[in-house]
């Protein structure tokens, strides 16, 4: 099938139509009773069927997604061509699912621990499909922000240091005594911001963006 067979509690929902979708292939109650009982399989793809046809209706009227957890809110709009996204994380311990967690954000979207990003993408596959497994997953939780190449600490310190003349305050220190030492490889897997269309800077152009806010800010004083 094309997507997934409706659960219990949505057949019994739409026992209406479902009557008049068996009912277009000429099955009555008394029919439907004994084709369940002596042909399963028979039964098994008619629910199947109806269940693509109820999925297909409901994703081609969808507009909007929402998904809401303890710490973190995931938007998407749903255009004809493309898919639109706003995540926001909170990095304190609060519950938006509880109104007074949910009013808090409402009254402090700049605060210093709400974390905002915004991204769109066009649809790989087709939409319905798309948005269905969109829904199914249920995207949400730490989504880490990082550079697109893996980087050296000290590469990294110096490159910053140079463009703000801080070259003098770099220090490098044996740490072969040390009992806790830093992972080889502390770099964060950025693949679930990246499968959602959402584009991250790379080293290379954040470092002219800061040469310039820095360049920028000498001139004003």
Request: a negative charge.
């Given at each position: 099938?094309?997507?997934?067979?409706?659960?219990?509690?949505?057949?019994?929902?739409?026992?209406?139509?479902?009557?008049?979708?068996?009912?277009?292939?000429?099955?009555?109650?008394?029919?439907?009773?004994?084709?369940?009982?002596?042909?399963?399989?028979?039964?098994?793809?008619?629910?199947?069927?109806?269940?693509?046809?109820?999925?297909?209706?409901?994703?081609?009227?969808?507009?909007?997604?929402?998904?809401?957890?303890?710490?973190?809110?995931?938007?998407?709009?749903?255009?004809?061509?493309?898919?639109?996204?706003?995540?926001?994380?909170?990095?304190?311990?609060?519950?938006?699912?509880?109104?007074?967690?949910?009013?808090?954000?409402?009254?402090?979207?700049?605060?210093?621990?709400?974390?905002?990003?915004?991204?769109?993408?066009?649809?790989?596959?087709?939409?319905?499909?798309?948005?269905?497994?969109?829904?199914?997953?249920?995207?949400?939780?730490?989504?880490?922000?990082?550079?697109?190449?893996?980087?050296?600490?000290?590469?990294?310190?110096?490159?910053?240091?140079?463009?703000?003349?801080?070259?003098?305050?770099?220090?490098?220190?044996?740490?072969?005594?040390?009992?806790?030492?830093?992972?080889?490889?502390?770099?964060?897997?950025?693949?679930?911001?990246?499968?959602?269309?959402?584009?991250?800077?790379?080293?290379?152009?954040?470092?002219?963006?800061l040469h310039e806010i820095v360049?920028?800010?000498?001139?004003?004083?």
């Open positions: 099938m094309k997507y997934r067979q409706l659960t219990k509690e949505q057949f019994e929902s739409l026992h209406e139509d479902f009557a008049k979708f068996l009912a277009t292939q000429s099955i009555d109650a008394k029919e439907w009773k004994q084709i369940k009982k002596e042909k399963a399989q028979v039964a098994e793809e008619e629910m199947n069927i109806f269940s693509d046809v109820v999925w297909d209706d409901v994703l081609t009227k969808t507009a909007y997604v929402e998904h809401f957890s303890k710490t973190s809110v995931n938007l998407f709009k749903c255009d004809e061509n493309e898919i639109h996204r706003i995540a926001i994380n909170i990095t304190w311990d609060i519950n938006l699912l509880e109104q007074k967690g949910f009013e808090w954000l409402m009254q402090n979207p700049m605060d210093n621990s709400v974390e905002i990003f915004k991204g769109s993408k066009p649809y790989e596959g087709e939409r319905n499909l798309e948005i269905f497994d969109l829904i199914e997953k249920k995207q949400s939780g730490i989504f880490h922000i990082a550079s697109t190449n893996k980087i050296k600490w000290l590469f990294f310190l110096t490159k910053v240091a140079s463009i703000i003349n801080a070259q003098e305050k770099i220090m490098i220190v044996d740490n072969s005594d040390w009992i806790l030492k830093p992972p080889h490889d502390s770099s964060l897997d950025i693949s679930k911001i990246n499968s959602l269309g959402i584009s991250i800077t790379s080293f290379d152009i954040a470092l002219i963006e360049a920028t800010q000498r001139t004003k004083h």
